[in-house]
């Protein structure tokens, strides 16, 4: 199985399994996900969900436990380390949580910048200036990025994301930390910068402004949103993940009836 | 960007630049120092060398000697000075006088009268070989033939000179005989100019036969070393050049060289050796030290940036670009240390050398020293490497989740450490006293800082399981305080490296501190028994009257007079000595000086004083049959000479009774004694053997003075006045037979004037010895009247015995005695004064203070000072460390307090939680430091020299001196309990709880 030639990712059945010195811990399991090229997708769901693993999945800095994950076409598994740094440099830009983590904080803004274009021939490079310009800190461009704002260190971390010219672009609650207005501009920067996206978030404006919203729940895809429309997804196996507002009506571990119908089914709490 | 980052951790990179400085100074301290007191310890060699111990002539019957010497050029040689010799007699062959010119000459004479020679023929002549300026001297070896006739050429004296005889031109040789008095045949040199020797007309290329003879000169150039530029690297190659220039006096009987540079080199090479041992096993471990401190706040530094490098890998960088990255500022800072660095270590071994080494010693910096500072920062750049490795190569995601890595095998190096450290114990323990820096002997030199090191790794593993065993009494007593303490120990991983730095460097501090004390106390120990008293005058040698007189009329002085052995002897005033000599009643069992000094006297019989120009003896001989010689001779002990004269009293005939023979002149005027009767009987070819002589009886003596016979009163009645007691109611009787002994008779009887053996205090076992005698004769056997294990004064084995004994038992006064006035503690300037008040003029002093400044400026005190001034700079730097790394450590909490702050926990048990935390480990370091040390020390000091010679007594004591050790343990733990408690309040004030909010997805 290849990934489509317009698929920025591709996901078939991706396991992510972390090892400690005492325990594994499952983070993801069965992931089918496809992200088309110049698609801007929200990842959403609660905390230890698995959201950040997938980011990290996409962004080359982990190897599936299982699955197999395709990159611009690129499968991530059959890559050596030398490659994927190749891969990361040219063609993912990574929007940290915590604006801050994102930069050298004794570094000036252009310094930043330049720091990421290393790994990259100079013609693949964005004119430093000019994203600077574009993100509308040209006046601080020689200041310490650890001086900056919360807006700007995100702004900055956004353009040092898009400074190589990437194909996809990788953020992980780019507005976690921001006011509403600074939150409001990087979206757009990433909307209008970004080639194709995949934003964790869980900002109900971010996920909004996105063409489509993916759903983690428990390290399984759950949900997707399209056009302001939400639906389950059915796994592997045909499990199905109810969206927690109907969880009043099917408690976790209660029993359910599943009537057929032409185009589906309907699941009924048994006994009624 | 680079010097940004340092900027912006500029506590943490001042840290590792300090570290790093430190290191590189302690990696070039010690191999600067050393060089600049090896300088010193050959200068000083060299300096104090009588001239043909430092240098050597090189005498050539054939080439040009000069040209020979010059093959062998260095630096430190300098220019040979080159001469000629020629021994001829006079014509009347009452002389032979050395004819010679040496290059220089006029400028190492002083001219009585006349001047230099200037042309061939003339010479100049010293006052003692009576010739005057305008005579003429032949000689028979510088003739001219004219008409076929061999003639003598007359030199014409041009000037008369005085030569100063120790002046090293001269290359301290015994040229002037007839100035010194002592002339047998042999004049002073005839000074002349080189066209003399090249008119003579004699033969080059001669044998030394020939030169020997007077039929060819001798040339000789002498060449000196130069001790104002010899520098501390010139040692081996002083050595090939003195093997090659002896080597050219191996090659044939045209080239001779005379020199005693041998004994030179052994010195310094001994003294040299004494001093690379202690060197390189202070600069071992302090390297070592510094590595290790690098490593941890290199570790510590790259910790510090781990997020940015994850973020370089993170954008892709290749792994070359990401070691270049996380390597900049610790490689950077490594650079900058080098000159810092160095320049330190030549300012400290400069302040080093100008305090314990002579002026003129440089300090240099040259290749082979410069090269251990590089040396030191290329370990750190491995350090840096391997403490980067983990943070360079985690995975970007561990860095960011903060997942727990698996446990690494760090037992692995922690037991090629120990095992290290159980070769160099056994190494230690096995060998004798280190005497070399090289081969095997490195497992064992390095034992020390490796025993340091072990106990500190082994207290590391140990202070978590010593808290794990805590865990039950903290959950149900003490509060919350302790329950967070111990569990944060018994994790390990913020307390492990602090134990191990300061554990390590306060050991290595210890060690030094012990290994100071210790030998302190050894060298004050050996100078006060070597010394004998606080202040010894050395005096003019006279007699023992005379030093006893003086000394008796200066209060606190002991006269004291010195043989050089072995076995040494002192002979003193016993009572005298006891109230001035540096006593410890431990040398003998606890007791007081004063009692043991009596032991030294014996009852003994009054001399026989011989004073006028003949002796007479009254005998009764008995039967002398046909064909025996019977000779009587009497041993008389005569002033001015250290050896009997032996008197042949009398030839002894039956029937006659009285014999006299002349005294020696000395006794008209001065006092002779009767030391001793002996008879010698010769048999010739028609002796009756079956018949040997009988008895002879000496029945009285007589001297005769100013013409008229006086008896003498010799006791020859008294039994307890002779030794064998062969006197009674008869005279004197002797036995004449050849087989005297055998048959219970004695051929020989001495005045019981004195005992023997000698009543000595002795050191070490005296066995069949012979103590030297005044008269360095071996003739007095000496008794352990009192054994001590030390005796002031007594460098050697040997005895102190009473001066009028030994006076009695010798025949008089060697060269080699050296006549000495001790002073009591405090009382030198007295007996100065008292000394000088008397006339006596002080030739030298020495003090124990000087003593022990001199073993002080030897090998090993330069390198213990070496070792005490670095050790405590890394005892420094390891506390300093070792907080860093707690407030390093216990900031990465800062989260966790923040939580439990945030959960409802107060501020004070928090307070004294870390405080807790931060007390247990610094003391359980502190403690492991301090027995590390001691245990190295006590292990390692017996085995490292001390001395450059190590002394036969007293016996050096290795027991630890507890009080500086305390001293430096107390105030380590003391600076680690303040610096706890300084950390622990730093960084509670920085705990917030809004820090939560910076916290990792």
């Not at chain 1, 990361?88 to 570094?107: D, E, F, H, S, W």
């Not at chain 1, 759903?215 to 302001?228: H, L, Q, V, W």
Request: charged content about 20%; hydrophobic content about 50%.
């Amino acid at each position: 199985m290849t990934a489509p030639a317009n698929a920025a990712v591709r996901c078939d059945g991706v396991v992510q399994i972390y090892k400690t010195r005492e325990i594994e811990v499952v983070a993801l399991r069965d992931i089918d996900l496809v992200v088309e090229d110049g698609e801007s997708v929200a990842l959403l769901g609660p905390s230890g969900a698995g959201k950040s693993t997938l980011l990290w999945l996409l962004a080359g800095l982990l190897r599936p436990s299982a699955g197999r994950l395709w990159l611009g076409g690129a499968e991530v598994g059959r890559l050596g380390p030398r490659a994927l740094d190749r891969l990361r440099a040219a063609q993912i830009g990574v929007v940290m949580q915590n604006p801050a983590r994102n930069l050298i904080p004794y570094a000036s803004a252009a310094q930043n910048v330049a720091f990421a274009q290393r790994a990259v021939r100079r013609r693949a490079r964005r004119p430093a200036g000019e994203l600077l310009e574009r993100v509308g800190l040209t006046s601080v461009r020689d200041r310490p990025a650890g001086l900056l704002s919360g807006g700007e260190q995100q702004r900055l971390a956004v353009a040092i994301a898009l400074a190589n010219r990437p194909r996809l672009l990788l953020a992980d609650e780019p507005t976690s930390q921001l006011d509403a207005e600074s939150g409001r501009a990087v979206v757009e920067l990433i909307k209008e910068m970004g080639p194709t996206s995949v934003v964790v978030t869980h900002d109900p404006r971010v996920s909004e402004a996105m063409s489509r919203t993916v759903t983690i729940r428990d390290g399984r895809i759950g949900a997707e949103g399209r056009d302001g429309e939400d639906f389950v997804v059915i796994g592997r196996e045909g499990a199905v993940q109810l969206p927690p507002e109907y969880h009043e009506l099917l408690p976790p571990g209660s029993m359910a009836r599943v009537e057929p119908l032409r185009d589906g089914v309907i699941l009924r709490r048994a006994g009624e | 960007m680079t010097l940004r980052g340092l900027w912006r951790r500029r506590w943490l990179s001042l840290a590792l630049l300090v570290v790093a400085a430190v290191t590189v100074a302690a990696a070039s301290l010690g191999p600067l120092y050393a060089q600049a007191a090896r300088a010193a310890v050959l200068r000083d060699a060299l300096d104090t060398a009588p001239p043909d111990h430092r240098g050597w002539r090189v005498t050539s019957v054939r080439g040009d000697a000069a040209d020979l010497a010059r093959r062998v050029s260095a630096p430190y040689l300098r220019p040979p000075v080159p001469g000629a010799e020629l021994l001829s007699p006079d014509p009347r062959g009452k002389k032979t006088y050395p004819l010679m010119w040496q290059e220089g000459q006029c400028g190492h004479v002083t001219l009585l009268r006349g001047r230099c020679p200037r042309s061939a023929m003339e010479i100049m002549v010293t006052r003692a070989s009576g010739f005057r300026v305008g005579a003429d001297v032949k000689l028979t070896s510088i003739t001219t033939r004219e008409d076929g006739e061999e003639r003598l050429v007359p030199l014409r004296v041009v000037g008369i000179y005085r030569a100063d005889p120790g002046d090293p031109f001269w290359f301290g040789r015994n040229l002037f005989p007839q100035t010194a008095g002592v002339s047998e045949g042999n004049g002073d040199p005839l000074l002349t100019v080189p066209e003399t020797q090249a008119r003579s007309g004699l033969p080059t290329g001669a044998s030394a036969a020939d030169a020997a003879a007077g039929n060819a000169w001798t040339g000789y150039a002498i060449v000196y070393t130069d001790p104002r530029v010899i520098g501390g690297g010139d040692l081996a190659g002083l050595e090939s050049a003195h093997a090659r220039l002896a080597g050219m006096g191996r090659s044939g009987d045209a080239v001779t060289v005379f020199t005693h540079m041998d004994d030179t080199l052994t010195r310094i090479r001994r003294q040299t050796d004494s001093l690379s041992v202690p060197v390189t096993l202070v600069t071992l471990q302090l390297v070592a030290l510094g590595w290790l401190l690098l490593f941890l706040t290199v570790r510590d530094l790259v910790a510090a940036r781990a997020p940015e490098t994850a973020l370089a890998r993170l954008r892709g960088l290749s792994t070359a670009r990401v070691w270049a990255f996380g390597l900049s500022e610790p490689v950077v800072l490594l650079l900058a240390a080098l000159p810092l660095g160095l320049a330190a270590a030549w300012a400290v071994a400069a302040r080093l050398a100008g305090e314990f080494l002579r002026a003129d010693v440089p300090v240099t910096l040259d290749g082979p020293t410069a090269l251990y500072g590089p040396a030191a920062v290329a370990g750190g750049l491995l350090a840096a490497a391997a403490a980067a490795w983990s943070a360079i190569t985690r995975p970007v995601v561990e860095q960011w989740r903060r997942t727990p890595r698996a446990r690494r095998r760090t037992w692995i190096p922690e037991a090629v450490v120990l095992a290290l450290t159980g070769v160099g114990l056994v190494e230690l323990l096995a060998g004798g006293p280190i005497s070399g820096s090289a081969g095997q002997n490195t497992g064992a030199l390095l034992a020390p800082g490796l025993l340091a090191v072990a106990f500190a790794l082994l207290a590391r593993r140990l202070l978590p399981l010593a808290c794990a065993a805590l865990f039950r009494l903290t959950r149900s007593h003490g509060g919350i305080a302790p329950f967070l303490a111990v569990r944060q120990i018994a994790r390990g991983s913020a307390t492990g490296s602090t134990v191990i730095v300061l554990g390590a460097g306060l050991g290595l501090a210890v060690f030094a501190v012990a290994a100071w004390s210790v030998t302190s106390r050894n060298f004050a120990e050996v100078a006060r028994v070597h010394n004998g008293a606080e202040t010894v005058f050395v005096v003019r040698a006279g007699d023992a009257a005379t030093l006893r007189r003086v000394s008796a009329g200066i209060p606190g002085s002991a006269p004291v007079v010195r043989m050089p052995g072995p076995p040494v002897m002192l002979a003193t005033d016993p009572a005298r000595f006891a109230a001035v000599a540096l006593w410890r009643p431990s040398y003998a069992g606890g007791r007081a000086l004063e009692d043991l000094t009596p032991r030294l006297t014996a009852p003994v019989a009054p001399r026989v004083p011989l004073i006028g120009d003949r002796i007479r003896a009254r005998l009764a001989v008995g039967d002398i049959p046909h064909g025996w010689t019977i000779v009587l001779f009497a041993s008389v002990r005569v002033p001015g000479q250290d050896r009997p004269s032996v008197l042949p009293l009398a030839r002894p005939e039956h029937g006659r009774m009285v014999y006299e023979w002349g005294l020696p002149p000395a006794c008209r005027t001065g006092t002779c004694e009767l030391r001793g009767l002996r008879v010698q009987s010769t048999p010739t070819g028609t002796s009756d053997f079956e018949h040997p002589p009988g008895d002879l009886g000496v029945v009285g003596l007589d001297v005769r003075r100013d013409g008229r016979w006086a008896a003498l009163d010799a006791g020859l009645t008294d039994r307890a006045r002779w030794r064998p007691a062969v006197a009674g109611q008869a005279g004197l009787v002797l036995s004449m037979s050849p087989w005297a002994g055998a048959a219970g008779g004695a051929g020989a009887a001495v005045p019981a004037t004195f005992p023997d053996p000698l009543p000595a205090l002795t050191s070490g076992t005296p066995g069949n010895r012979k103590l030297p005698g005044l008269d360095d004769a071996f003739a007095s056997g000496y008794v352990p009247a009192v054994p001590a294990a030390a005796v002031p004064g007594l460098d050697a084995a040997g005895g102190v015995v009473d001066i009028e004994l030994a006076d009695r038992a010798a025949y008089g006064y060697s060269d080699k005695a050296e006549f000495e006035i001790w002073a009591a503690p405090s009382r030198a300037g007295a007996v100065l004064a008292g000394l000088r008040a008397a006339g006596v003029p002080v030739l030298a002093t020495r003090t124990t203070a000087g003593l022990r400044t001199g073993y002080a400026s030897e090998g090993p005190g330069l390198a213990l000072i070496l070792l005490v001034v670095a050790a405590g700079a890394a005892a420094l730097l390891a506390l300093g460390r070792a907080v860093l790394a707690l407030y390093a450590a216990a900031r990465r909490r800062t989260l966790e307090l923040a939580a439990l702050e945030a959960a409802g926990a107060r501020a004070g048990p928090l307070r004294r939680s870390l405080l807790i935390e931060q007390a247990v480990t610094l003391t359980w370091a502190g403690l492991t430091g301090v027995l590390a040390g001691v245990t190295a020390a006590r292990v390692a000091l017996p085995r490292v020299p001390e001395f450059a010679e190590p002394p036969l007594t007293p016996a050096l004591a290795y027991t630890i001196v507890p009080g500086p050790v305390v001293l430096v343990a107390a105030a380590a733990l003391a600076a680690c309990l303040v610096a706890a408690a300084a950390t622990a309040e730093l960084l509670l004030r920085g705990v917030r709880v809004e820090r939560l909010r910076e916290a990792p997805a």
